[in-house]
C-alpha cells in the first residue's frame, strides 16, 4: 500500500515549504467551507485546479481520488434536490425537485472537490514524516503530532498483517458467503489484527524506550524558508482576504 | 572503551518472574555478564530467553530478586536510562525495532537521543552504514526493506549508540548465509562482550565462548 504516491516531485508544490503549506491550506479550506452559492465555489475549484496543473502530479492517480469522494457526493445528488424548499422543477411522483436545491448540492460540490483538489496539491506533495515535522515547528502538541504520524507509519504495516491473515484464510479454501462462518471468520480477523496490533505497539515501545526514548522526536534536517515560500504565501493570503472580503 | 565498574556488566541474583498468567519462567535464577565475555542462550520456546534480555533493559519488571548492571542496582524505571544508553538490544523482529521512515532517520534517532550534535549524527550514520555494508541504503524507506536488510538495519540502529555490550535476540534466525557472514563478521570484529539467543548450534560455536542453557525456569552453562 502506497500512501505518498503525490509526494515524489519535483515541481514548485514539492519545495514548498511544509509550514507555509499549513499556515496557508487551513483558512484557505475554511473560507471555501463557509462560502454560499455557486460563483464563489467555481472559482475556488478554479484556483485549485490551476496548482494541481503547478504540482504535475499524476492525473491518472488524481481522478482515482477524485472518484473515490464524488461517490460520496453522487448520494447528495439524489437525496438533496428532493428534500430542499424551492421552485420546482419537475416531479417523480410526490417528491418535487427544485432548483434551489440542486444548486445547493451543486456548490457542496464545486466545494468539496475544490477542497480536495488543494489538499493533494499542497499538503500531499509533501511526505508525511516532513508535514509532522512542520507540525512540530508550528507547536502542535507533541503527542498529537506523534499520534498523526504513528497512525501514518503504521496503517501499511497494519495492512500488511491483514493480507497475511487474509491469505491464510484464502489458503484454506475460504470463500465469503453470506453466513455465519463467515461473519464469524470475518470477526475473527479484526479481533486477531487488534489484539496483533496493540502487541505490536506495546513492542515498537519497548524498542524505542531502549533507543533513549523520552517523549520527544529528534529532527536531523531544518527547514528554511525561501523567497518562493514568502511569496506562495502572500498569493495565498491574498486569494483568502479576497473571499473575506467578499463574504462579508 | 574503558569503564569505571569491575569486570561485570550484568548480574542477576535470586530472579523470579511470573508471566501475568500467573505461569512462573524464571524460578530464583542466577547468571552474569562480565566485560569481554561472549555468552550463548539457548533453550526451548517459551523457557523465558526474551524475557531475560527484557529484565536486564528494564521491559519488564521481576517478581523479586536482584539486577545489578554496571555496578548498581537496577529497580526502578529512572535506574535504567543508563543501562539503555550502554547496552544494546537487538529485538527478534526488526518491524518492532524500525519505525523512521529512512534508514537514515532511523539510524540516527537513537544518537540524537544521547544527545549528538546534528553533525556527529550524520557522522556517526554514514559511518555505521559503511561498517556494516549498508552504504546507500541511507535514503531507502526501511519498511520496504527484504527481511535480511531489515535485520542488518536494525543492528545498524543499535551499533549506532554505541553500547558496551549487545543483547542479541534470535539474530540470524531466517537470514540466509551471505547475511548471516556479514553479522558474524562485524559481531567478530567490533563487539567484545554479548550476549546472543539462538536455536542455532552451529552458529553459537562459531561466535561465542560460553553457552548456557535455560530450561525449566533454570540457567545452566554447558
Given at each position: ?248 | ?52 534480555f ?34 544494546g538490544l537487538l ?64 543492528l545498524?540502529?543499535v ?7 549487545f543483547l542479541l535476540d534470535e539474530p540470524v ?10 553479522f558474524?563478521?562485524?559481531l567478530?570484529?567490533?563487539a567484545?562482550?554479548y550476549a546472543i539467543i539462538t ?8 561466535t ?15
Amino acid at each position: 500500500m502506497h500512501l505518498e504516491e503525490f509526494a515524489e516531485g519535483n515541481s514548485f508544490f514539492h519545495r514548498l515549504d511544509p509550514r507555509v503549506k499549513f499556515i496557508t491550506v487551513i483558512p484557505y479550506i475554511f473560507v471555501i467551507a463557509v462560502m454560499q452559492g455557486t460563483k464563489g465555489p467555481f472559482s475556488a475549484l478554479m484556483i485549485s485546479l490551476l496548482m494541481v496543473v503547478f504540482s504535475r502530479i499524476s492525473f491518472k492517480k488524481l481522478i482515482g481520488r477524485l472518484i473515490v469522494v464524488n461517490t460520496f457526493i453522487l448520494i447528495l445528488w439524489i437525496f438533496i434536490p428532493f428534500s430542499y424548499p424551492g421552485d420546482t422543477v419537475f416531479h417523480i411522483g410526490f417528491l418535487k425537485a427544485t432548483l434551489e436545491g440542486f444548486l445547493y448540492v451543486l456548490s457542496i460540490t464545486l466545494k468539496a472537490n475544490a477542497i480536495v483538489l488543494a489538499t493533494i496539491a499542497i499538503l500531499g506533495t509533501s511526505e508525511v514524516f516532513y508535514l509532522a515535522h512542520a507540525l512540530v515547528h508550528l507547536k502542535m502538541p507533541d503527542k498529537l503530532v506523534h499520534l498523526f504520524f504513528f497512525f501514518y507509519r503504521y496503517i501499511s504495516v497494519l495492512h500488511e498483517e491483514f493480507t497475511r491473515l487474509k491469505k491464510a484464510m484464502t489458503i484454506r479454501y475460504f470463500r465469503p458467503k453470506t453466513d455465519m462462518h463467515t461473519y464469524r471468520t470475518y470477526a475473527y480477523l479484526i479481533g486477531m489484527l487488534l489484539v496483533r496490533s496493540y502487541e505490536r505497539s506495546q513492542r515498537i515501545y519497548k524498542a524505542m524506550l531502549c533507543r533513549g526514548f523520552n517523549g520527544m522526536f529528534p529532527v536531523t534536517d531544518h527547514f528554511h524558508l525561501h523567497k518562493y515560500d514568502i511569496m506562495f504565501g502572500i498569493v495565498m493570503f491574498t486569494i483568502i482576504f479576497i473571499y473575506i472580503l467578499i463574504l462579508l | 572503551m574503558t569503564t569505571s565498574h569491575m569486570g561485570n556488566i550484568v548480574e542477576i541474583k535470586n530472579l523470579n518472574f511470573s508471566y501475568q498468567n500467573g505461569r512462573k519462567v524464571l524460578d530464583d535464577l542466577s547468571f552474569s555478564l562480565n566485560k569481554g565475555e561472549r555468552v550463548g542462550i539457548t533453550g526451548p520456546n517459551g523457557a523465558g530467553k526474551t524475557t531475560l534480555f527484557h529484565l536486564v533493559m528494564g521491559l519488564l519488571y521481576p517478581d523479586s530478586g536482584e539486577i545489578r548492571v554496571f555496578g548498581k542496582p537496577r529497580n526502578y524505571e529512572k535506574d535504567f536510562s543508563e543501562v539503555r544508553k550502554k547496552i544494546g538490544l537487538l529485538f527478534q523482529d526488526s518491524d518492532d525495532q524500525l519505525f523512521s521512515p529512512t534508514v537514515e532517520e532511523d539510524i540516527a534517532f537513537g544518537p540524537l537521543n544521547l544527545g549528538k550534535s546534528h553533525e556527529e549524527t550524520k557522522a556517526i550514520v554514514r559511518y555505521t552504514c559503511e561498517q556494516l555494508g549498508l552504504k546507500g541504503y541511507e535514503k531507502k524507506i526501511t519498511h520496504r526493506l527484504s527481511g535480511g536488510e531489515k535485520r542488518l538495519v536494525a543492528l545498524a540502529t543499535v551499533v549506532a549508540m554505541q553500547p558496551e555490550c549487545f543483547l542479541l535476540d534470535e539474530p540470524v534466525t531466517g537470514l540466509d548465509e551471505t547475511t548471516t557472514e556479514r553479522f558474524l563478521k562485524y559481531l567478530k570484529e567490533h563487539a567484545d562482550t554479548y550476549a546472543i539467543i539462538t536455536h542455532d548450534r552451529e552458529f553459537l560455536k562459531d561466535t561465542v565462548d560460553k553457552i548456557y542453557v535455560l530450561k525449566n525456569s533454570k540457567i545452566t552453562a554447558i
